[in-house]
């Protein structure tokens, strides 16, 4: 789902892999100290939602999807 939906939309290509963490620069950055781990919200941190064509309820939704939920998307660069 999350390939065919916001990767997608935020051009973001090459996923190799789906994982789960809580706090993504404390468990990852961890492994070594070459890695820079950073995250965004899932929703939240690739569409500006202030934007006028967004939709009040869809705003609802990210706002628990990425904070209720702790729903993210990170990126590890090595």
């Given at each position: 789902?999350?390939?065919?939906?916001?990767?997608?939309?935020?051009?973001?290509?090459?996923?190799?892999?789906?994982?789960?963490v809580?706090?993504?620069?404390?468990?990852?950055?961890?492994?070594?100290?070459?890695?820079?781990?950073?995250?965004?919200?899932?929703m939240?941190?690739y569409?500006?939602?202030?934007?006028?064509?967004?939709?009040?309820?869809?705003?609802?939704?990210?706002?628990?999807?990425?904070?209720?939920?702790?729903?993210?998307?990170?990126?590890?660069?090595?």
């Amino acid at each position: 789902m999350i390939a065919k939906t916001w990767l997608k939309t935020a051009k973001i290509k090459d996923v190799g892999a789906y994982f789960a963490v809580s706090d993504a620069a404390k468990e990852i950055g961890t492994w070594s100290s070459r890695l820079q781990v950073t995250s965004r919200g899932y929703m939240l941190g690739y569409n500006d939602l202030r934007d006028p064509s967004v939709s009040g309820f869809f705003r609802f939704l990210a706002r628990v999807g990425d904070n209720g939920m702790k729903m993210q998307i990170v990126k590890i660069r090595f």
